[in-house]
């Protein structure tokens, strides 16, 4: 197995984390506090801020992988 198949298939399995993550992260907000203006900050804790970190982190390997598969192709 060479390395670019390596960097192609990471990224593939990177793109579906990423794509979980931030629907779990979306999950139960909807478009009602952008139209009625009501809203509330609240900070992220727990599980919240683990998804959140998570996402960050799966995000930044994403664009090094990418940056390697290009540099390698």
């Given at each position: 197995?060479?390395?670019?198949?390596?960097?192609?298939?990471?990224?593939?399995?990177?793109?579906?984390?990423?794509?979980?993550?931030?629907?779990?992260?979306s999950?139960?907000?909807?478009?009602?506090?952008?139209?009625?203006g009501?809203?509330?900050?609240?900070?992220?804790?727990?599980?919240?801020?683990?998804?959140?970190?998570?996402?960050?982190?799966?995000?930044?390997?994403?664009?090094?992988?990418?940056?390697?598969?290009?540099?390698?192709?």
């Amino acid at each position: 197995m060479n390395l670019t198949l390596i960097l192609m298939l990471s990224q593939i399995v990177l793109s579906l984390v990423i794509i979980v993550l931030v629907l779990f992260q979306s999950k139960g907000k909807g478009l009602s506090p952008a139209i009625s203006g009501v809203g509330m900050y609240r900070t992220k804790r727990g599980l919240e801020k683990l998804i959140f970190i998570l996402t960050i982190v799966f995000s930044v390997a994403l664009v090094i992988n990418s940056i390697a598969f290009f540099v390698l192709k």
